[in-house]
């Protein structure tokens, strides 16, 4: 079976702290890698996308950066914090086609 | 921007009722829009997705409708029960845009037992 595994599940950061979240995909090659921020109540905003390794997409100007390296991990990284960096980050996989499923979720919280 | 556009942002249905959620989106290009299922603390699951060469798709107890020159899809949820209750997304993507989701903002549904 396809797993999506994220890591860590909760996390509690100051603002102005760097920040690592990863997503590690199973049982697939190759796969388009996708991540998402869901601020609290409201619906999923894509943030990057990735075809393969090395090859980063972002899709909005902010405080973020997201690398791929390698085939079934990808990283969303910070230098500094926000207050608006608090949401639900979710990482997705599609592989080649429209469908597209999520991981469980890290939920930041920035104080 | 590409934007789907979603009603109702909450719904409340009595057990065994029929749940309704509606989507409009406006670029012709999308040609496929699923449907997420999301719970309290957990990532979206895909409940279900239809393509615009077909009017209607079920699945059990749900069914989506498009209707493609109104440029709309619905989520219908027939025999409502009280583990329905989540928020519901809708989406929409193409192939052209290397399959990207664009999201509804979602429907708090709520189906009191």
């Known amino acids: 079976s396809q797993t999506i595994h994220q890591w860590p599940a909760t996390l509690v950061q100051p603002v102005g702290s760097p920040l690592s979240l990863e997503c590690t995909v199973e049982g697939t090659s190759n796969p388009n890698l996708y991540w998402y921020r869901q601020a609290a109540g409201r619906g999923l905003q894509l943030l990057f996308y990735s075809v393969g390794i090395g090859q980063i997409s972002s899709e909005v100007p902010q405080n973020l950066s997201a690398s791929r390296p390698q085939d079934r991990q990808f990283i969303l990284s910070s230098k500094k914090l926000l207050l608006s960096d608090s949401g639900f980050y979710l990482c997705a996989r599609g592989q080649g086609t429209n469908e597209q499923y999520f991981g469980p979720g890290t939920r930041l919280t920035v104080t | 921007q590409q934007q789907v556009k979603q009603s109702p942002q909450s719904l409340i249905v009595q057990k065994g009722g029929i749940s309704i959620i509606n989507c409009a989106y406006e670029n012709t290009a999308f040609d496929y829009f699923p449907w997420y299922q999301q719970f309290p603390g957990k990532g979206p699951a895909l409940l279900i997705a239809i393509r615009p060469d077909v009017s209607e798709k079920k699945e059990g107890r749900f069914t989506i409708s498009f209707n493609k020159s109104a440029k709309q899809f619905s989520l219908h949820i027939m025999d409502s029960q009280p583990g329905d209750s989540a928020t519901y997304f809708c989406?929409?993507?193409?192939?052209?845009?290397?399959?990207?989701?664009?999201f509804g903002k979602g429907t708090l549904l709520t189906v009191n037992p």
């Open positions: 989406a929409a993507s193409n192939e052209g845009s290397n399959y990207k989701l664009t």
